[in-house]
């Protein structure tokens, strides 16, 4: 699920937000209201989106943040604002926010910002459905399904298998289905322990812990490995 950090001093419209959040399933990691809470949530928590007030009722206001964001945080931010006018907006551009909502906005105007947020942070959509997506983002894979967004960090995949036209992600704690080819997905996912063992599979090698010349255990599980991959995973791995 996308997490996603307020950062708004209206109380009544954060709290407004904060249900529109939660009714299109976005996990909300906190609110703060000024430049130092917010600054203070940061320093403990790592959301995937902020929703950046400009106006934050302070010497120090959301554009301010947006400047210690970038320079510290590496977060992405959306601009929610009730000011359009020209200097605002010239001070807004300069930080490079993904996009700029006005208040005030309907349910659907923020589920669309978030969602354009979405694409323009992912590398390239992995394989698209109509019901169906994955987008790669930094170390996530973000999956969808409908209106939302499930989260699985890279790391935590142990092997993909290739079921007809759908790829089927074994990661640590369950498994999940996406539409795409396995060879389209390994290229976008671009991660150097990520092996192809066979036509099918693809496994993450941080979890091998056994390699013989048809089969190879991943997370205590044997999979099937061709013997032109085993002994390019031999070379690979410089066993002797």
Known sequence: MVKI?????????????????????????GNAMDYQEAIDLLDQTTPDLILL???LGS???????????NAKYKVPFIFTTSYSDTQTLSRA????????????????????????????????????????????????LFIKD????????????????SDGNYLEIQTLHKTELIRGTLSSFIEKLNQ????????????NLEYMSNLESNSITIHQTKLPIAKSYYEELVRKLQIV
């Open 5 to 29: 950090l307020i950062v708004e001093d209206e109380l009544i419209i954060a709290e407004d937000v904060r249900n529109m959040l939660t009714k299109m399933n976005y996990e909300i990691v």
């Open 53 to 55: 007030d400009v106006n």
């Open 192 to 203: 150097p322990l990520f092996f192809k063992t066979h036509k099918s599979y693809v496994v």
């Open 93 to 140: 551009k300069s930080t490079k926010p993904l996009n700029y909502l006005v208040k005030p906005f309907k349910e659907e105007q923020l589920f669309t910002a978030i969602e354009m947020a979405l694409y323009q942070l992912s590398e390239t959509p992995v394989e698209e459905a109509e019901d169906s997506q994955a987008l790669i983002i930094k170390d996530a």
């Open 146 to 161: 409908k209106c939302r967004y499930t989260k699985l960090q890279i790391s935590d995949i142990l092997w993909i298998k």
């Open 59 to 69: 010497k120090k206001d959301g554009i301010d943040l947006a400047e210690a964001i």
